[in-house]
């Protein structure tokens, strides 16, 4: 009898296979019509996506507790349903379920059959608290060493420990909203610990909220729009802030190179009822038929900042495109100022922890453009030492590593005269 369920746990090991051996990004697999995925309800669908990322929370614990059961590598398949299994049994999961779920789909394929002896016998090794007294796994070498050097040892320590945390779920809610129960966040987000179905919260089909990582929410917050304001958010998709500028009463023009990824705008502006003038362009080429009040530009980036929600990044990126990123940012950077009107607001912001991507480039910035000038904003609930000296705002993993961390942003407040 085929084990309890062996079909998520089957496509958990093919998005692993997916990211770890072909070195492909997670989004990328689980929208392929013909990935693991494909064939399974969504409530399986979405199992088999929680485990993966589990695993890849934990590879390096993971093998760790491993390797010494495994006198030489196994293939990659049965490598992966090893390592799902461990993990299973260190997050609280029946171990006899998980080993068991390994041993029949090593069992079921031809070329791993003969392996399904091993598997049972390794998992059968395994401790009930595998990773007790293992630190978290590790950052790779090209981003772990230059985030040292910025933020120090322990500081990185302690963004790891995080990263290897199911992050929480955080909302922004509109005034007055119908919201699910949760904790009020010092900057205004809803943070939510047990996350269910997100279109079966309260408020949902009502429009009242959209999820949004915390830190992402204060890039508006530092923006400030006022009702009437003609603003610009440039690299819109997937489209939480344009949500947040037009609920703030914005006239808001959202562009995005991708029409795709700007789908799930759409349907956010329609149930939440709001409304913003949606473009597909490429912002380099763009020209807007007059000038803004204020321009928010989320710049491309190597996305380090958002690892504690997606895992697989350090797997598949080698930080290889930095130089092509960097330049390309500060292109949109110089973009943005064009499109202001003298004396407005931009917002320049990254989701990455890398200063060559947030404090490097306002430096830059301020070098290139000798009329611009850094705006401080009081934040609540933002604390004195995310600042940086020139004005600008940090923000790292282990903020509030207690309530579960948040994404690593750089944001900053400029004006042009």
């Not at 900042?305 to 350090?314: F, N, S």
Request: with cysteine.
């Amino acid at each position: 009898m085929a084990a309890e369920g062996l079909a998520a746990r089957t496509a958990a090991v093919g998005l692993l296979g997916a990211v770890l051996g072909e070195g492909r990004l997670m989004a990328q697999v689980v929208a392929d019509p013909q990935g693991p995925l494909a064939a399974l309800p969504p409530q399986e669908r979405a199992r088999a996506q929680r485990l993966a990322l589990a695993v890849l929370r934990h590879v390096e614990p993971a093998d760790r507790v491993l390797d010494p059961h495994l006198r030489k590598a196994p293939p990659r398949l049965v490598r992966d349903a090893l390592r799902l299994a461990v993990v299973e049994i260190a997050m609280g999961g029946a171990a006899h379920g998980a080993v068991n779920a390994a041993v029949e789909k090593v069992r079921r394929g031809k070329r791993t059959a003969p392996f399904a002896g091993l598997v049972n016998a390794v998992l059968r090794k395994i401790p009930d608290a595998p990773f007790a007294g293992l630190p978290p796994q590790k950052l790779p070498r090209w981003l772990r060493q230059p985030l040292v050097h910025a933020y120090g040892r322990e500081a990185v320590t302690a963004m790891e420990a995080v990263q290897a945390l199911s992050p929480p779920l955080d909302l922004t809610l509109r005034d007055g909203a119908e919201a699910p129960e949760g904790t009020l966040l010092p900057t205004g987000s809803l943070r939510l610990e047990e996350k269910g179905q997100v279109s079966a919260l309260a408020g949902y089909e009502a429009g009242g909220w959209w999820v949004q990582d915390a830190a992402a929410a204060l890039a508006v917050r530092l923006l400030a729009p006022v009702a009437g304001e003609r603003v610009l958010d440039l690299c819109a998709a997937p489209g939480g802030k344009t949500l947040q500028l037009a609920a703030a009463g914005a006239d808001v023009t959202a562009l995005d190179m991708s029409g795709p990824r700007l789908a799930r705008l759409h349907e956010n502006l329609s149930r939440c009822g709001l409304q913003a003038q949606v473009v597909v362009a490429d912002a380099l080429v763009w020209e807007p038929e007059a000038k803004f009040d204020a321009v928010l530009l989320d710049a491309p980036c190597s996305a380090t900042g958002t690892i504690r929600r997606h895992p697989d990044l350090p797997f598949v990126k080698d930080g290889s495109d930095l130089p092509d990123l960097i330049a390309l940012q500060a292109q949109m950077l110089d973009r943005a100022l064009a499109m202001v009107k003298p004396g407005g607001r931009v917002v320049f912001c990254t989701c990455s922890l890398l200063p060559e991507e947030g404090e490097g480039q306002l430096a830059a910035a301020l070098v290139r453009h000798p009329g611009l000038r850094v705006e401080r904003v009081a934040l609540p609930g933002v604390k004195e030492g995310w600042w940086t000296e020139d004005g600008g705002l940090r923000l790292r993993p282990d903020y509030w590593a207690e309530a579960g961390g948040m994404d690593g942003f750089f944001m900053v407040r400029l004006r042009l005269y």
